[in-house]
């Protein structure tokens, strides 16, 4: 059996497993793999054939996915998933919290949370229970969070 078979072979199996994953990265495999079956068709040797594949995949992903990302966020809006969907959202302090720890109610479900770390050596802000807040961020399975009407830049020190 001809060799390039198996490329195409290749290249319709990473195209299917791109339809599952979205990531536009097998595409870009099949690609590299479409790349090794050209090489195959026109009578080059196998090695020949895996350093083609290589090269296309790689050219492909290193610069025409950035390209096809950065158009494809331009018709249409990112939505952000799990920990990065977070972000911006209110929360409530259950208990005191403070830059070691604390609890927040995150959309409807409990989380321990803690206070950006201002820098300031023996500074220890503590924002009462029942205070309303806003994630900054998700650092593993802690909300870092901010009282609402607070910014970055009220955590300065003053002189």
Known sequence: MDSWLWW????????AVEMLSLDLVFIMLAGG????????????????QFVVACAVALLLIFVLR???LQHLRQRVPLVETNAAA?????VVALTEVT?????VKLAGEVWSAR???????????????????????IDGATAVVEPVGSSHSQHEPSA
Do not use: C, F, Q, Y
């Not at 206070?115 to 029942?130: A, F, K, M, W």
């Open 8 to 15: 195409v072979g290749a290249a319709l199996v990473l195209g």
């Open 33 to 48: 793999a479409l790349g090794g079956a050209v090489t195959a068709a026109a009578g080059g040797e196998l090695w020949l």
């Open 66 to 68: 950035p390209w096809v």
């Open 86 to 90: 977070h972000v911006g959202r209110p």
């Open 99 to 103: 830059e070691t720890g604390g609890r």
């Open 115 to 137: 206070l950006e770390d201002d820098g300031i050596p023996n500074s220890s802000p503590r924002v009462p229970e029942g205070t309303e807040m806003r994630v900054l961020r």
